[in-house]
């Protein structure tokens, strides 16, 4: 079974501040998934990658940038968090875009 | 733009009995279908995967589906307290495979 982790698992963050999110993946997955997870709105798709140095846009990418500096990892960046961007994060892997995405455990973000 | 919808929003049941989930779709071109159960604060855990008209079993969890409905169901046979979750709908359209749609989710509470 795939393995992601992801850091911080909790964070607090001021508005206007810099945030980096990041996930790791132990099992060689091309593919890579930002999602956002919000009361009445499900999981939304911020941003995705094919492979190391590809990033693509998902449904809601403005405010969010993505970084996939390797196979293992990838980073999701808030230039100038904003209140609204307070939400629980989940990264996800998976070998082809056909397969099962595995999730990692989450990071919830507060912006003050 | 992929809807998908799921009910009811919140479903009770006895230990035993059976639950049964549902979502529907708004694109009929959608082929890959996906049922993940999350545990509170908890990453998603993948139930079981559907890709054609029918039924697919995966131990307590079958999942049902009708494309010309726009349908697919997940039901989950002697049902125990471990299973009190969040069940989402997953659905992905065509050759965007990559691009999970994700329901709203459906929880789940089982009583002793």
């Known amino acids: 079974e795939a393995a992601v982790t992801q850091s911080p698992r909790n964070k607090v963050a001021v508005t206007g501040g810099k945030v980096t999110l990041s996930c790791n993946q132990t099992?060689?997955?091309?593919?890579m998934y930002w999602y956002r997870q919000d009361t009445g709105h499900g999981l939304r798709l911020i941003h995705y990658?094919?492979?190391?140095?590809?990033?693509e846009k998902g449904d809601i990418p403005d405010g969010y940038k993505a970084s996939r500096p390797s196979q293992e990892n990838f980073s999701l960046i808030l230039e100038l968090a904003t209140p609204s961007q307070t939400s629980v994060y989940f990264c996800?892997?998976?070998?082809?875009?056909?397969?099962?995405?595995?999730f990692g455990p989450g990071t919830r973000l507060l912006v003050l | 733009q992929q809807k998908v919808q799921q009910s009811p929003e919140s479903l009770t049941v006895s230990e035993g009995a059976m639950a049964s989930l549902n979502c529907t779709f708004s694109?009929?071109?959608?082929?890959?279908f996906r049922w993940y159960r999350q545990h509170s604060a908890k990453g998603l855990e993948v139930l079981v995967s559907?890709?054609?008209?029918g039924e697919k079993e995966e131990g307590r969890f079958t999942a049902h589906l009708n494309r010309a409905n726009l349908h697919v169901s997940l039901h989950i046979r002697e049902p125990q307290p471990s299973d009190s979750a969040v069940y989402l709908c997953?659905?992905?359209?065509?050759?965007?495979?990559?691009?999970?749609?994700f329901g709203g989710g459906t929880r789940l509470t089982v009583r002793p």
């Open positions: 694109d009929g071109t959608s082929n890959n």
């Open positions: 997953a659905v992905s359209m065509g050759n965007a495979g990559a691009k999970l749609t």
């Open positions: 099992n060689n997955h091309n593919n």
């Open positions: 996800a892997s998976g070998p082809r875009v056909q397969d099962t995405q595995y």
């Open positions: 990658s094919y492979g190391a140095g590809s990033t």
């Open positions: 559907i890709f054609s008209d």
